[in-house]
């Protein structure tokens, strides 16, 4: 194609992705009740289009993860890589996701004290071997920080048991929780794993013991 006219190029591919039928996917991936969720990877419309800001969500929180401080553990190609896996997310998916960021936000927050609310949205690719998870808890401390780490490689360790592909495998969890001294509406902590986690029978028994009494909000599977 002459130089110039990639803007013609690139919307026959996204013409073409966006005929393409969705891929058998098994939704079960992600435990009963999967939902498929299809949609192209090469968008049409740009981010934004629904006349909304919601999109602007994701954008917000990998500069989050940009700006933030690394732990002594974490190298600077890590957060790289944190990026890139949240920056899968499909541009069609975002407004959506968005919206159900910002409802999550409004939610934790009501509850007593003493409890602690949470909320998730799960995405696993076509092939299983890449899981994105984002939350909202009522706050953050110790205790929720461990609690979400632990959420994150029980959800790692039961994909990756139905795939059977554990070293190929990666999740990337997002957790928001909301701030209360005005600086700022809420703070964003993110969590990694990949490969087998290793995990002891005595692990998978308390983390499912604690994670898998109540429905999640949401668990989706979703093709290209």
Not at 116 to 129: A, H, I, N, Q, S
Not at 164 to 191: I, K, Q, Y
Request: hydrophobic share 40%; glycine share 6%.
């Amino acid at each position: 194609m002459p130089l110039g006219e990639e803007p013609v190029r690139f919307y026959e591919l996204a013409a073409a992705d966006a005929a393409a039928p969705p891929k058998d996917i098994d939704t079960e991936l992600v435990g009963p009740g999967g939902t498929l969720f299809s949609t192209p990877r090469l968008p049409q419309a740009p981010a934004g289009s629904d006349g909304t800001h919601a999109h602007l969500m994701i954008r917000i929180m990998l500069e989050d993860v940009a700006t933030s401080l690394l732990r002594d553990s974490v190298a600077e190609s890590d957060r790289f890589t944190v990026m890139s896996d949240f920056d899968r997310l499909p541009v069609p998916a975002r407004a959506e996701w968005g919206h159900l960021l910002l409802d999550m936000l409004r939610d934790v927050p009501e509850v007593p004290k003493e409890h602690c609310k949470w909320r998730f949205r799960r995405l696993v690719e076509e092939d299983g071997t890449r899981q994105l998870i984002v939350g909202a808890a009522t706050r953050f401390d110790p205790i929720i920080e461990a609690a979400f780490s632990a959420y994150v490689q029980l959800r790692h360790h039961e994909v990756a048991e139905r795939t059977g592909r554990a070293e190929e495998s990666s999740t990337l969890g997002v957790l928001l929780t909301p701030r209360r001294d005005g600086v700022r509406p809420w703070d964003t902590s993110a969590v990694r794993v990949h490969g087998d986690l290793d995990l002891s029978e005595e692990e998978i028994q308390v983390y499912s013991e604690e994670w898998n009494r109540a429905t999640e909000n949401a668990d989706v599977s979703v093709s290209g």
